[in-house]
């Protein structure tokens, strides 16, 4: 048994096996971390989910996960959906400034090239 | 013959997965119509039922359809992607932004470029475009997402794949 538990196994308050699957992930030092996780997607999904992912991307998986129920508890409206639509949005609202912008560049060279003509004649 | 509870006419999606009966009050029939038991599923197996019925409980009535919504694009993009869910499709779209904002910069270099060779006499007009707006100075101000910077980001250039818009936009 871990003489140490992970913070999981102590919210939890269960004994904390050498294979845990939640302690290489949630170091007893950071308690909340796993309490935002848990409060969002429970503790038997956030395992389930790691069994089902190559160990070499569970720790990439927690944190999306973590940063995900983050937002959840921030906004439980929109959770972190809320910033993709704002992306999106800005995204959108950027290409239509982008290819205005780029058209008046276009219309800038056109001049330019007229006034040449022009001073040539 | 012992009274009971009125059944509801039919089930919710979410008391038809759950095997359970539907009643006037069930928190989910709202918005888990039994027509379409994917989207609760969904919900489900990446939340689980207590947790999705906790969260709808904590928000207003009318907030409950738009949580809802957000909760089956987060799952539905978590299914498809289990290790960085919706924060592949943040990168990604943050990705573009940085992209984009590199654009409006050679853009903007090249619209100086003509005021500088004084061509231009509409050039005032056109900077305009650039320093009034809004958006530009918006979007030049880098989202300020730092946590995503503790994803490390090896794997995160595969993540460009395309992703609909969201359901409440």
Redesign the interface.
């Known amino acids: 048994m871990n003489p140490k538990r992970c913070a999981a196994c102590k919210y939890l308050r269960r004994r904390c096996p050498k294979d845990c699957i939640f302690s290489p992930y949630f170091p007893p030092s950071d308690p909340d971390k796993f309490a935002c996780i848990h409060?969002?997607?429970?503790a038997?999904?956030i395992s389930k989910?790691l069994q089902?992912?190559p160990v070499q991307?569970r720790a990439?998986?927690v944190?999306?996960?973590s940063?995900?129920a983050?937002c959840?508890v921030e906004d439980?409206?929109?959770?972190?959906?809320?910033?993709?639509?704002?992306?999106?949005?800005?995204?959108q609202?950027?290409?239509t400034?982008?290819a205005?912008?780029?058209a008046?560049?276009a219309v800038?060279?056109t001049?330019?090239s007229q006034?040449q003509i022009s001073e040539f004649m | 013959m012992r009274g009971h509870e009125p059944r509801s006419s039919s089930s919710c999606a979410a008391c038809k997965l759950l095997k359970r009966r539907c009643t006037p009050t069930c928190i989910f029939a709202p918005h888990f119509r039994s027509s379409d038991q994917i989207t609760f599923a969904k919900v489900h197996?990446?939340?689980?039922a207590?947790?999705v019925s906790k969260?709808l409980s904590?928000?207003p009535e009318e907030?409950r359809q738009?949580?809802v919504n957000?909760?089956a694009?987060?799952a539905d993009v978590?299914l498809k992607d289990?290790?960085?869910?919706?924060?592949?499709?943040?990168a990604s779209?943050?990705k573009?932004?940085l992209e984009?904002q590199h654009?409006?910069a050679v853009?903007?270099n090249?619209?100086l470029a003509?005021n500088a060779?004084g061509?231009?006499?509409?050039n005032n007009h056109?900077l305009s475009?650039?320093d009034d707006?809004p958006?530009?100075a918006?979007?030049l101000d880098l989202?300020p997402?730092s946590?995503?910077m503790?994803?490390?980001g090896s794997?995160l250039d595969a993540y460009l794949y395309d992703?609909g818009?969201?359901p409440?936009?």
């Open positions: 409060r969002i997607y429970g038997g999904n989910m089902q992912l991307t990439e998986a944190k999306s996960l940063f995900e983050k959840r439980p409206v929109y959770g972190c959906v809320g910033i993709i639509s704002l992306l999106q949005t800005q995204i609202e950027t290409q400034l982008l205005k912008t780029q008046e560049i800038a060279q001049k330019h006034t | 197996k990446v939340f689980g207590s947790n969260l904590e928000v907030q738009e949580t957000s909760l694009y987060e978590r289990p290790v960085y869910g919706c924060i592949g499709a943040i779209l943050q573009k932004m984009l654009d409006i853009a903007r090249r619209l003509h060779s061509v231009n006499n509409n056109v475009t650039l707006s958006q530009l918006a979007f989202v997402y946590d995503l503790l994803l490390d794997g992703i818009p969201p409440f936009v």
